[in-house]
């Protein structure tokens, strides 16, 4: 059955194209620093939003009508699959990612909810197989359910606890089965409302508890997919225990969890918690913890995680930067966690929307490449840090130098003289560079 009848392939047709339907930026052949575009932005279809989304707001029902919604719930389950497939072969895109509540019906019982999941996992499996699209990453939603009103593995619930341990168990087995490249943990509710009701220390051990079955578990079963940490600091949660992800490498770090978790970026998380993305892509970057990335990307007007498309030229550009930096993703890739916008509510604009998406990282692509081919912010950075690499900042950087030996040569100094930033400067070049791929 055909879902999208009204959209054809979509093929790369140059900038100068003025068809709705094609790519005027992401080539997937185009050769980029030794990789093709596709092996370097390994997009993926985030199924929640593109197929489950209705447009519903806090102020307003939903407004995209889907074939499939008369159905019932196991049937529209089906159909959802189907469309997921057709979306992926017009799109040209090799990767889907899903929670457990978004493919499969959850039942009135733990075992209803598996024996649904596992009629589904079957016809996906299929569907990979004569298709060859696969599976980016899987998880479970532990977070829309009332029972998880206070959590899932940090519930003061031991019920509770079991109930979302049982999940992930289900959720593993999924996984191997799909042959998903990671799985990806995300604490929707681990976090806490109020510190006035709250053990923080048992709720963070019993988390850290609950990975560490994960990772046995795992192991048992011989899943090897990369597991991912994807940090947010509030919304559900007032505070959510992985708030960044600084706070998110201390809790690895401190539970001993780090050798088995990297982490899964979001640009509107980054945002949520008052970085800028690449800023969250560094901190992971420089601790060997960078996975993978949720593309999209907030209204700074809004402070919630509005998950719109990334059509932000500037954010794509840095971010691209340091994955090329990070020397790609790995197993990882570009997920478009983002949703069309309510007023956007045809079948097409789904298209329209990945289209948008996979440009405009296709052109942070090539701008980043520019940038670390052309040295552009690296002799920047190298020149402005000099004095580092010869006298007395040779010895600081060596471990040479000590207090006594440091106060003994700023006796010696006479006025200090720093260097202008140029910030302005830079952020000029930066933009020709951004605009003229």
């Known amino acids: 059955m055909a879902y999208f009848n009204n959209v054809p392939n979509i093929q790369f047709e140059g900038r100068g194209s003025k068809n709705p339907f094609a790519f005027k930026h992401y080539n997937p052949q185009e050769v980029v620093l030794g990789k093709t575009m596709e092996e370097h932005l390994r997009f993926a279809v985030a199924y929640w939003h593109t197929f489950t989304a209705s447009g519903v707001d806090p102020f307003g029902a939903g407004t995209a009508v889907r074939s499939w919604d008369s159905l019932s719930p196991l049937d529209k389950a089906k159909h959802r699959v189907e469309a997921n497939f057709e979306l992926l072969q017009k799109l040209n895109v090799p990767f889907y990612c899903f929670h457990d509540a978004d493919v499969a019906p959850e039942g009135a019982t733990l ?57 992930i168990k289900k959720g593993l087995e999924v996984g191997k089965e799909l042959g998903a490249e990671n799985y990806v943990f995300w604490g929707g509710r681990e976090g806490y409302e109020s510190l006035l009701t709250t053990d923080m220390g048992l709720e963070l051990d019993n988390l850290a508890r609950l990975l560490h079955m994960a990772v046995a578990y795992a192991k048992e079963i011989g899943f090897d997919a990369q597991f991912l940490i994807e940090p947010k600091p509030k919304e559900p949660s007032k505070h959510q225990y992985d708030f960044d992800a600084a706070t998110a ?91 069309v916008r309510r007023s956007s509510f045809e079948d097409e604009d789904l298209f329209f929307a990945h289209i948008a998406g996979m440009d405009t990282y296709a052109r942070g692509l090539k701008a980043a490449a520019k940038l670390i081919e052309d040295r552009v912010l690296d002799d920047i950075v190298d020149n402005r840090y000099r004095s580092f690499r010869e006298g007395i900042g040779a010895d600081i950087v060596s471990g040479k130098a000590d207090l006594k030996s440091l106060e003994a040569y700023a006796l010696k100094l006479g006025t200090i003289k720093n260097e202008s930033g140029r910030l302005e400067q830079i952020k000029s070049t930066l933009n020709d560079v951004i605009f003229s791929v």
């Open 249 to 339: 490498l201390q809790f690895l770090q401190k539970y001993d969890l780090k050798r088995y978790f990297k982490l899964n970026i979001e640009a509107n998380h980054a945002t949520l918690a008052g970085h800028t993305f690449e800023h969250e892509l560094r901190v992971s970057r420089l601790n060997d913890a960078l996975g993978s990335i949720d593309a999209n990307q907030g209204d700074m007007l809004l402070g919630w995680d509005t998950d719109e498309f990334p059509t932000d030229l500037y954010s794509t550009s840095l971010a691209m930067f340091e994955i090329l930096k990070n020397d790609g993703l790995g197993r990882g890739g570009v997920n478009f966690d983002a949703k």
């Open 111 to 167: 075992a209803e909810t598996n024996k649904n999941l596992d009629i589904i996992v079957a016809q996906l499996k299929d569907f990979q197989k004569s298709t060859g699209k696969k599976l980016l990453w899987n998880t479970i939603n532990a977070f829309s359910n009332p029972r998880y009103v206070h959590g899932a593995g940090t519930s003061n619930n031991a019920d509770v606890f079991a109930y979302a341990a049982a999940s």
